[in-house]
């Protein structure tokens, strides 16, 4: 007799999700193996493959209509009175409009990059309270000859080295003054990139 979600003298476990991809309920584990299982994420394998609960797995499965149908699921492993694993007892969520927002999201990301890219256009984000950069995009680390893979977004004194001398004193006060009055701004300086290249830029915020 199995230890889990089933009814007194049924034969079947009650909601039971195929291949992992449907929830709430009661998952055999037959629903698990590599051969029948085609949506579950290879990362996964060595937790279920060990038994171990899980929890916010997602998983996407094909639609009759060619599309995917993506779903949160956790589970506990569910075993017998011998101890032998039968399968998964858990829940699930559609995640299908998230991934869908996300995914949406990311690709809006892709053609502002590349949009940047083409017309060597930078954007920036910058917190006076903190005096420190909270953004800095591909293109604008390119403009100012800094490698967008660092990994860290560059700090005050290292953009105010790279302005040229001669406008240091020029930039800051717009700044300041656009900051102080809460206003936009706009100007024009130099900056001097590591290989002594001189870069004219028009710079604007708000």
């Known amino acids: 007799r199995q230890v889990g979600p089933r009814g007194e003298g ?16 009661y998952w055999p584990s037959r629903h698990f ?18 038994h171990l609960p899980f929890r916010d797995f997602e998983l996407a499965r094909p639609t009759p209509d060619g599309d995917k149908r993506y779903v949160s699921v956790s589970g506990l492993p569910v075993f017998d009175e011998t101890g032998r694993f039968i399968g998964y007892r858990g829940v699930g969520q559609d995640i299908t409009d998230r991934k869908r927002s996300e995914q949406a999201l ?12 083409l017309t060597h256009t930078g ?20 403009i100012f000859g800094l490698d967008p ?14 302005v040229h001398s001669e406008d240091r004193e020029g930039l800051s006060e717009p700044i300041a ?29 708000h």
């Open 10 to 25: 049924s034969e079947h476990p009650r909601g039971i999700a195929r291949a992992g991809c449907r929830a709430p309920g």
């Open 33 to 50: 193996s590599r051969r029948s299982s085609t949506c579950i994420d290879g990362r996964h394998w060595a937790t279920l493959d060990a």
């Open 106 to 117: 990311r690709q809006s990301q892709a053609y502002l990059a590349d949009a940047q890219r």
């Open 123 to 142: 954007s920036w984000a910058y917190s006076p309270a903190t005096g420190k950069v909270t953004y800095w995009s591909d293109e604008a680390f390119r």
């Open 149 to 162: 893979r660092r990994g860290s977004l560059p700090e005050r004194e290292e953009l105010v080295r790279l």
């Open 177 to 205: 003054g656009a900051v102080r009055g809460k206003t936009d701004f706009a100007h024009e300086f130099r900056i001097v990139l590591p290989d002594v290249m001189v870069r004219h830029l028009h710079a604007v915020g």
